[in-house]
């Protein structure tokens, strides 16, 4: 384990893991319904594509308001772990940074943009090879059960046999069984570039959070986070959603198929659907990301002030025991 003495405190950088993954849980179950609804846009052909009021009504029908919430509990531990792992080694690369720049003589220890794009880059790699597995699991199981509701009505209306729901445990044991262990890695490839998307999404939050902080003298409060997360947020996804949708695609991929590079699925999304297949579902994907990192950065700051009390508050009780 990489040692905690260049920057700030280990037990620091895993206060901040754990606000950011809870910050990320509560963020995730305000705004999942709108994740189901644009994974299952990204991977639908074009000629099933659905409007956003249309699909959500849909859903509601074929599946309960249930169909929405499809993979919840595997979304919540993925953005847990993801989470605590990015900002875990996001906080410990700054750490690195700040005291560097203090042993330098720097007048600011705040990042620069440069340095804040590499504290993204090495904890956006970090999380992407430990959690790729968990949200190919996710987007199994948010595309696979519209699919049995989907097969569970014929042409003419009539029920048919109700098929078992797959379940997290379930759908990860069939994937292994049929496809190996290398099906956990789909995707990898696009997900590591789109590593660019929350290094353009804290790169800007942090230049503005300091910006802030220089012009009115004192730290931004969660409103003011909330809206500079989502700024950053609607930046960064705008740019490189088109590498979301083709690993949305790559996940779901049919063992029995050609696999397909990434470059290869962006030149067939293009040649079947036009450019405008790349932006499959962009409305409630935007919109999504915007709230959760929103709700995230007006989160995860109050979070981390009440870890850090509750931590202080056991220190104070085990010296006086």
């Known amino acids: 384990m990489a040692s905690s003495k260049p920057g700030v405190p280990q037990n620091d950088n895993v206060a901040h893991a754990l606000a950011g993954a809870g910050g990320g849980i509560l963020s995730m179950v305000l705004t999942y319904p709108l994740i189901t609804l644009s994974t299952r846009a990204q991977v639908e052909s074009k000629r099933a594509e659905t409007a956003f009021l249309a699909a959500v009504k849909q859903i509601v029908a074929r599946e309960g308001v249930s169909g929405l919430y499809a993979g919840l509990d595997s979304a919540v531990f993925g953005i847990s772990v ?4 990015y900002y875990y080694w996001y906080e410990w690369t700054r750490g690195f940074f700040e005291a560097a720049a203090a042993r330098a003589g720097r007048a600011s220890k705040k990042l620069t943009a440069i340095e804040a794009i590499i504290a993204g ?6 999380t992407v090879i430990l959690t790729n597995p968990i949200w190919v699991v996710n987007t199994r199981m948010t595309t696979r059960k519209g699919q049995i509701e989907a097969e569970e009505t014929t042409a003419g209306g009539a ?16 994937l292994l069984r049929d496809e190996g262990p290398q099906a ?20 800007l939050f942090e230049q503005l959070k300091n910006a802030y902080e220089r012009r009115r003298k004192h730290n931004v409060t969660p409103t003011v986070a909330f809206f500079l997360g989502a700024l950053g947020k609607l930046f960064a996804t705008s740019i490189t959603y088109p590498y979301i949708t083709v690993k949305s695609q790559m996940h779901i991929a049919d063992d029995g198929k050609k696999r397909e590079g990434m470059t290869q699925a962006i030149r067939r999304v293009i040649k079947e659907e036009g450019y405008s297949g790349l ?8 919109t999504q990301s915007v709230l959760t990192a929103a709700f995230l950065f007006a989160f ?5 002030e009440q870890t850090v009390r509750l931590r202080g508050a056991m220190a104070r009780r085990a010296i006086k025991a």
């Open 184 to 203: 956990l890695f789909r995707g990898v490839v696009p997900a590591l570039v789109l590593v660019i998307n929350p290094i353009l999404q804290y790169t």
């Open 121 to 126: 880059a090495i904890a956006g790699s970090a």
């Open 279 to 286: 932006y499959k579902g962009i409305g409630p994907k935007v």
């Open 159 to 174: 029920p048919v046999e109700k098929k078992k729901q797959p379940t997290t445990l379930g759908t990860l044991s069939s």
């Open 300 to 304: 995860k700051d109050v979070l981390y």
């Open 82 to 85: 993801t989470n605590f792992v």
